[in-house]
């Protein structure tokens, strides 16, 4: 596994790929990987066989609000790098100071607007803003053929799709399925943070989303039927918001609505130890 830490490295081996003709797919990450980032590394490798597969490692200081979690975020850089090279990566772009993503001088921002205030950005209102603009910084630099994202993060995976668009990007952007624990917790490197007491809580988020899929498939419609317990289900722990919303735009749905067309319920749920995010797609 090759491992590059500053940008010029980063440049040249970008440089010799494309000289020698290899395609190249990215995985971004904060690090210590589980299940669900190994699956975006075996999905970048199924789509360059013969190419590179770059995973980068970099705890994104601007997506972190003060008081957040920045400075005790999990980090395993020597486990993270054997497990992503077993999944097919084969070179890994870690930068270990900050100020090699962000140099001196006066801020440049990426933003969406609209997509980025809702759900997640209401009670993170620049979180989405620091993740646009370290995402388009990594795009540029590496200029993948094929850029993979997990659809957990919902919210972040279309705002990064508006954005790869919209500012003409190299490659395509792909969303791979939430994978979850055995007893459906979907997979976090936050879980970590859990207590024993709080992991078992928070079985009730991914047991409210079935509950609401099997609505779905039985046919339920209306918005207010389809979330009727939302509340009581979710007060294992601060709920942040419970909200459907239209798959594409984000757009809510209002309480009194009947869906009608491809749809996110998402949630956020605060626990002592971790915020949880999850969501399912209703189609
Ligand atoms: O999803 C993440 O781990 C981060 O938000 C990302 C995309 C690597 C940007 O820092």
């Not at 010799?16 to 669900?36: D, I, K, Q, S």
């Not at 975020?73 to 962000?102: Q, T």
Request: glycine share 8%; aromatic share 8%; with cysteine.
């Amino acid at each position: 596994m090759k491992i590059l830490r500053d940008i010029p490295s980063l440049l040249a081996w970008r440089a010799e790929a494309e000289a020698a003709g290899r395609g190249v797919g990215f995985v971004p990450t904060m690090g210590y990987l589980h299940a669900g980032h190994l699956s975006l590394v075996e999905e970048a490798r199924r789509r360059v066989p013969e190419g590179e597969v770059l995973l980068s490692i970099f705890v994104n200081p601007t997506q972190f609000a003060a008081g957040e979690d920045l400075e005790i975020y999990p980090r395993d850089e020597a486990g993270d790098l054997a497990k992503a090279e077993a999944a097919g990566a084969n070179v890994a772009f870690c930068p270990l100071d900050p100020e090699i993503m962000y140099r001196p001088g006066p801020p440049v921002w990426v933003q969406v607007e609209g997509l980025e205030q809702r759900l997640c950005g209401a009670s993170r209102p620049t979180h989405f803003r620091g993740v646009c603009t370290v995402v388009s910084k990594l795009f540029n630099l590496v200029r993948a053929d094929v850029n993979v994202f997990g659809q957990k993060d919902y919210q972040q995976l279309a705002i990064i799709k508006r954005m790869h668009a919209e500012l003409f990007f190299a490659g395509e952007v792909v969303g791979m399925p939430i994978v979850r624990e055995a007893d459906g917790l979907a997979m976090s490197s936050r879980n970590a943070y859990l207590s024993a007491e709080e992991r078992q809580k928070a079985l009730a988020l991914s047991g409210f989303l079935r509950t609401v899929e099997a609505r779905w498939a039985a046919g339920e419609r209306r918005v207010a039927a389809l979330l009727a317990d939302a509340k009581t289900v979710l007060s294992v722990g601060e709920i942040d918001y419970v909200t459907l919303s239209d798959a594409e735009t984000l757009e809510p749905w209002a309480d009194d609505a009947t869906v009608d067309r491809p749809s996110v319920l998402a949630l956020a749920v605060k626990f002592a130890g971790a915020r949880l995010i999850d969501n399912c797609v209703l189609r």
